[in-house]
């Protein structure tokens, strides 16, 4: 669980960027349209398919309540001037098909549907030094094991560091650190 509640304000002492560019309903000032020129409100569907037709429905929360709990610690005990904590990226966005690799296509959809649940990404430069993993009970499954297996490798392949943390009801915020640590510079 986040230390105040993600629905509401953060406390004065959490500072969260905010950039409001226009409100919908009115138009962008020049100066708006100086910083944003090609931004714009998403088009409401195409003559062939309307959004009303679509079957989605936005999900309520990016991440579990062990994954946002655990997403606290980790901000609290990482160095937010070194590295952004991004939670739920695709696999796909973190790697790729080494070039002239056949079938390309099978290896790539191998990876597409399938995330890491955080990477930690140098601040500067956006480039992911650490992936992490928190494993619940789910993970003792064969299937979740096969799944983790391949995540592994793939990770160690690439050369990309993973963490596996077990999922608690609290967490050694020294421990996490250090294990971090030890994490990246491997």
């Not at 931004?39 to 409401?44: I, V």
């Not at 009303?52 to 991440?63: A, C």
């Not at 959809?109 to 928190?134: G, W």
Request: with cysteine; charged share 30%.
């Amino acid at each position: 669980m986040y230390p105040w509640d993600p629905l509401e304000e953060a406390p004065s002492h959490i500072s969260i960027p905010r950039v409001v560019i226009s409100s919908i309903d009115s138009p962008l000032s020049e100066v708006e349209r100086s910083i944003a020129p090609d931004c714009r409100p998403a088009a409401q569907g195409t003559s062939s398919e309307k959004s009303e037709n679509l079957p989605y429905v936005l999900k309520r929360y990016l991440m579990s309540r062990a994954e946002r709990s655990f997403f606290g610690v980790l901000e609290q005990v990482t160095d937010s001037s070194k590295y952004y904590i991004f939670p739920q990226v695709s696999l796909g966005n973190l790697v790729d098909v080494e070039k002239g690799t056949r079938p390309y296509q099978t290896h790539r959809n191998r990876v597409d549907r399938k995330s890491v649940d955080f990477v930690l990404c140098d601040r500067s430069a956006l480039s992911p030094v650490l992936a992490v993993e928190l494993d619940d009970a789910s993970h003792e499954r064969k299937d979740r094991q096969e799944r983790d297996a391949f995540v592994d490798g793939v990770l160690a392949k690439a050369g990309l560091p993973l963490l596996h943390v077990r999922a608690q009801a609290a967490y050694d915020p020294k421990q996490l650190a250090a294990s971090i640590g030890e994490a990246i510079r491997r």
